[in-house]
């Protein structure tokens, strides 16, 4: 691989992972601590952490959605990068879990079972064997207060390590994912020497290797009967919904040999998907505002009365996708939504049809910088077009007169991405479009200046119509003939912003696309590019220049 290349690539690693770094660590360690994270909610007392595995992970794939490039993209660029380095690297080796076919001998107290046939029982799922034959481990969700904080005590305890294994039958500690449990080994059967072990509260049985720290454990812990209860479903029961940690309901059919013989408990009672806890607040706002005295139903249930009758035609046929009265019907030919749903729909304006006229290359323009991105990119106004300057004034009188802030129309919920909108920034009225989402904020691009901010709801009014006859007003452009040292170099970026922020600029235009390759040059005619050069600030580059008459790559 060309050094090129390997510039190229980590440029943009570097430049995504550091834009995006609260994303990558959230995402980084949900992924490590997601094995462990149920089993030590469940086994320790002290650990009062809610699980938001699922809350994390959608706000983190939200996050992802807003990205340039894909997390997979550069893993695989790397990978790929490096795959004679990552041939040789290797796992930390693990217990290798044994089939549940696999029948072994231990000797140890085994869990108590003061059940009844049909009684209704409430069990935590702890092991799944595979391959599943209806067969689970579990523990009894009604003492799972009793064996947490007992549980909770191995952890605090004292360890007297071990070197090896004890003899079968003799309960020890093994530490597994961080955290200690009770087990006991086989008793190796008639021409076997395979060592297991058993996890006495989880159920799991794995092998027996020398790289897992052994302790040993006081015997009066040691007689405590096991947690983990053998379970097998029944034969006329249907598959219960297993899942690891997870609690289920069951009517117990019978005891057999230290295992109880279940079916699943089918509830009876139907629960509403949509209830006050599962609307958010501005939904619930909105509909406590209704009119209790409505007598439309539609009005009291959706908070809107539906159009469909009034736009639908009803004679619309579907086969020939049309009416009788042919071109004549005034209406619209569509069928009503077979689940009741409206078909009324809320559009919005996500650009603006006028343009900026783009200047011809190899021609000087004067510029206003608004916005510094970065060392080699900045936003500006064009200066000179007189109709233009005037228009934008104009619209900005009318954007911030008080009768006309009074008229704006207020959102409820949060605008949609790429929706444009009217947006407060010190105190002024801009107009901008919606470039990220969050819990209760968005952030806003200010296209007439180039740069961003978060806004809460009370921040932003919905767009209207009338300000978009004017075009975006801030050019997007790049110094031709330097480039970044490194990303983020605050040094350089505070340079060029001290250099050319609210200054007029002379600039010769290299490249007219988006964004404008240009070179800048201050009132004394020196050249910017040159000068953050001449300070170590900022690395030459030869300017380029897009070919319309080249051919297609590829």
Avoid at 233 to 255: D, F, I, K, R, T
Avoid at 324 to 344: A, I, Q, V, Y
Wanted: aromatic share 8%; with cysteine.
């Amino acid at each position: 691989m060309a050094y090129g290349t390997y510039e190229q690539l980590w440029d943009a690693s570097h430049e995504y992972l550091e834009k995006h770094v609260a994303f990558v660590n959230s995402l980084t360690s949900l992924m490590l601590e997601r094995a462990n994270q149920l089993r030590t909610q469940l086994f320790c007392a002290e650990s009062s952490k809610r699980d938001t595995f699922v809350e994390d992970f959608e706000a983190a794939h939200d996050k992802l959605q807003s990205m340039g490039k894909s997390l997979q993209i550069v893993v695989n660029d790397w990978k790929r990068l490096f795959a004679d380095q990552c041939f040789s690297m290797e796992m930390k080796s693990v217990p290798k879990k044994l089939p549940s076919s696999t029948d072994f001998t231990y000797g140890f107290s085994k869990p108590m079972l003061d059940f009844q046939a049909g009684q209704e029982v409430q069990l935590i799922v702890t092991h799944i064997p595979n391959p599943p034959d209806g067969t689970f481990y579990a523990i009894d969700d009604s003492r799972k207060d009793i064996i947490t904080s007992s549980l909770s005590l191995l952890q605090q305890m004292p360890k007297l390590l071990l070197t090896k294994a004890p003899p079968a039958g003799a309960v020890f500690l093994v530490c597994l994912d961080n955290m200690w449990h009770r087990a006991v080994c086989n008793v190796p059967a008639t021409g076997s020497d395979l060592a297991v072990i058993y996890l006495l509260d989880t159920g799991e049985t794995l092998t027996c290797e020398d790289h897992i720290s052994k302790a040993n454990l006081p015997a009066e812990i040691c007689q405590v009967p096991a947690h983990a209860i053998k379970c097998q479903m029944s034969l006329e029961s249907a598959s219960l919904p297993l899942n690891l940690y997870c609690s289920v309901s069951c009517n117990l059919v019978a005891v057999e040999n230290d295992t109880l013989i279940v079916k699943h408990n089918q509830a009876t009672h139907e629960e509403y998907a949509i209830t006050r806890d599962t609307l958010t607040v501005e939904e619930l706002k909105e509909m406590d505002e209704l009119q209790l005295s409505t007598s439309n139903p539609m009005k009291a249930v959706l908070g809107y009365v539906p159009k469909d009758d009034d736009r639908l035609c009803k004679h619309y046929d579907p086969e020939t996708k049309r009416c009788f009265k042919g071109s004549n019907c005034r209406f619209r030919h569509e069928l009503k939504d077979p689940d009741g749903w409206t078909l009324d729909k809320d559009s919005v304006s996500v650009s603006i049809p006028v343009r900026m006229e783009v200047p011809q290359t190899n021609t000087y323009i004067m510029l206003l910088p608004t916005c510094v991105v970065d060392v080699d990119q900045f936003y500006a106004h064009i200066i000179g077009n007189e109709s233009n300057d005037k228009a934008y004034e104009r619209l900005m009188a009318d954007m911030n007169d008080p009768e006309a802030i009074a008229n704006f129309k207020q959102f409820h919920l949060l605008p949609s991405l790429g929706e444009l909108v009217i947006a407060l920034y010190d105190g002024v009225w801009y107009r901008a479009t919606v470039c990220d989402i969050f819990e209760n904020k968005v952030n806003v691009f200010y296209f007439d200046y180039g740069n961003t901010a978060a806004v809460g709801l009370n921040q932003m009014r919905r767009w209207e119509e009338r300000f978009k006859n004017l075009p975006y007003q801030a050019a997007c452009c790049r110094i031709a003939n330097i480039q970044r040292i490194k990303p983020c170099h605050l040094e350089a970026i505070d340079q060029l912003y001290k250099s050319i922020l609210d200054k007029p600029m002379k600039a010769l235009i290299i490249d007219n696309k988006h964004p404008w390759e240009v070179k800048l040059f201050d009132e004394d005619d020196f050249d910017v590019g040159e000068a953050l050069i001449m300070a170590k600030l900022a690395l030459p580059r030869t300017p380029g220049k897009f070919d319309r008459n080249a051919a297609i790559p590829g």
